[in-house]
């Protein structure tokens, strides 16, 4: 497609309840990150992959959060026993090369309940 | 880490005024981006300005990195320029990737 597209849009979990959040970057584009934003802050950084690499996972706030792009495109962000503090919106991102503009796809709202 | 300071945190105008958006950071950066969150949370990128000036319609940007800091102009403002308005940067060669956001200028253009 034309942008980067993620899915679920929104999505309510239970604590305790795993989840996956999907992301369909720029065909092409090498880099792909993702971010956590919170209510009324600035995005913050979780992870970023180049192809099927993935080369910082420096920002994932705990073990409790993985991250794969087992092909080079598609990415899955997954959340083990969420707790209420993960509630946010996560963003994916996805650039043709390391230091260029980054397109951000419009997001999951994660709920914790 | 890196910090990164963005002024006015919020700033309302009426249409057809002009503004500067300000980012200071702490260190030297390889990489530089300005967004804009519309209402609806979508992060649009504005520019990729590490140095120098650049210009799209009507906004541009210019960042000075020997002095750390970036400036974002509107002008002309319309109601469609209403949101947040981000700076985002990247420090070294290996983890230009990581981006750290500033907290952002509250943009409201009124009719």
Known sequence: GAGVSQSPRYKVAKRGQDVALRCDPISGHVSLFWYQQALGQGPEFLTYFQNEAQLDKSGLPSDRFFAERPEGSVSTLKIQRTQQEDSAVYLCASSVALDYGYTFGSGTRLTVV | ?111
């Open chain 2, 1 to 111: 880490g890196i910090q990164v300071e963005q002024s006015p945190p919020d700033l309302i105008l009426q249409e057809g005024a002009n503004s500067t958006l300000r980012c200071n950071f702490s260190d030297s950066v390889n990489n530089l981006q300005w967004f804009h969150q519309n209402p609806w949370g979508q992060l649009i990128n504005l520019f990729y300005i590490p140095s120098g000036t650049k210009q799209n319609g009507r906004l541009s940007a210019t960042t000075v990195a020997t002095e750390r800091y970036s400036l974002l102009y509107i002008s002309s403002s319309q109601t469609t320029d209403s949101g947040v308005y981000f700076c985002a940067v990247g420090i070294g060669e290996t983890s230009g990737s990581r981006l750290t956001f500033g907290e952002g200028t509250q943009l409201t253009v009124n009719p």
